[in-house]
């Protein structure tokens, strides 16, 4: 499976951003898509995922302002990102894992934002 994430840029702090994750092969196949996140000089941590069946999770420190979301007609997810902080500055990459195991990443978009 093949990942096109898109979206990041420059944002000031309080702004929005909205990453997208486009796969070569149909969401059906892939029981869990994900968002996670680097940021200079620290480990790679998840942001947020979403299960086939729907149900999502997100990491403590984005909960109430990140919103993952999958449209299956396009073969896509998404990551809403809103009140954004400058500690939310980092590569994102889109994850999927398939039903079979296998993990697949996605090339990384930067997200920059400005206090």
């Known amino acids: 499976v093949q990942l096109q994430a898109s979206g990041g840029g420059l944002v000031q702090a309080g702004g929005s951003l909205r990453l997208s994750c486009a796969a070569s092969?149909?969401?059906?196949?892939?029981?869990?898509m994900g968002w996670y996140r680097q940021a200079p000089g620290k480990q790679r941590e998840l942001v947020a995922t979403v299960i086939r069946s729907g149900p999502t999770t997100y990491a403590d420190s984005v909960r109430g302002r990140f919103t993952i979301s999958k449209d299956s007609s396009k073969n896509s997810w998404y990551l809403q990102m809103n009140s954004l902080k400058p500690e939310d500055t980092a590569v994102y990459y889109c994850n999927a894992a398939l039903i079979s195991g296998i993990l697949h990443w996605g090339q990384g978009t930067l997200v920059t934002v400005s206090s």
């Open positions: 092969r149909i969401i059906g196949s892939i029981n869990r």
